[in-house]
């Protein structure tokens, strides 16, 4: 395959993941240009953990209608997401549920491929005392615990009338997922992990 001619012994790596709960709040406050990013970010950032590049990523998306204009900019961040990362955005799907689903909802699911050197694969097994732990700063909550964040800050269900609550959610919490795929791997170049 000619995508992986660089390497002497490629281990393909996988993963899935979705967006969570983070989507109600988008949909709460009718922000979809970013929460592509996110979905790119959950699975890629879950392939680095074994030291895998990104190599491409497919998308499912469900909704109770198809929205157009909607639709547009959640592809759109799937594709800035995958272009952060160096993956090819090969293809995807979009399926109406209606019935099942209400009009204006939808759910998003990600699929990453990756590839590592076999001689470079983080397992986990080298781990030993005295070993430096970095950390990276991250762009917030990612797209984790939103159940209990949408708890404490909407109130039953809906967007806060307060304007600076209001203004945390939308700016802070709508962050999108940071994707490491970057600093780690130009780490990896220099360091042992």
Do not use: W
Not at 58 to 81: F, N
């Amino acid at each position: 395959v000619s995508f992986l001619k660089n390497y002497k012994e490629p281990i393909l790596l996988s993963c899935t993941d979705g967006v969570g709960t983070k989507l109600e709040l988008a949909r709460l406050l009718d922000k979809h240009d970013t929460i592509g990013i996110d979905l790119v970010a959950m699975s890629v950032n879950d392939l680095l953990v074994s030291g895998a590049r990104p190599l491409f990523f497919l998308d499912y998306i469900s909704c109770g209608k198809l929205d157009i204009q909607k639709m547009e900019k959640i592809v759109s961040g799937i594709v800035t997401g995958c272009k952060l990362c160096g993956a090819a955005l090969v293809g995807g799907e979009t399926a109406e549920h209606p019935g099942t689903m209400k009009p204006d909802e939808y759910d998003l699911a990600g699929f990453a491929v990756g590839a590592v050197e076999k001689s470079e694969l983080i397992d986990g097994s080298k781990i030993q005392s005295g070993d430096l732990i970095v950390g990276i700063e991250s762009s917030g909550p990612h797209s984790n615990g939103y159940s209990l964040i949408r708890k404490l800050y909407l109130e039953n269900g809906a967007l806060p009338s307060d304007k600076q609550a209001l203004a945390f959610i939308s700016d802070y919490l709508m962050k999108p997922t940071r994707i490491y795929v970057d600093p780690i791997l130009k780490l990896l170049q220099k360091e042992e992990i």
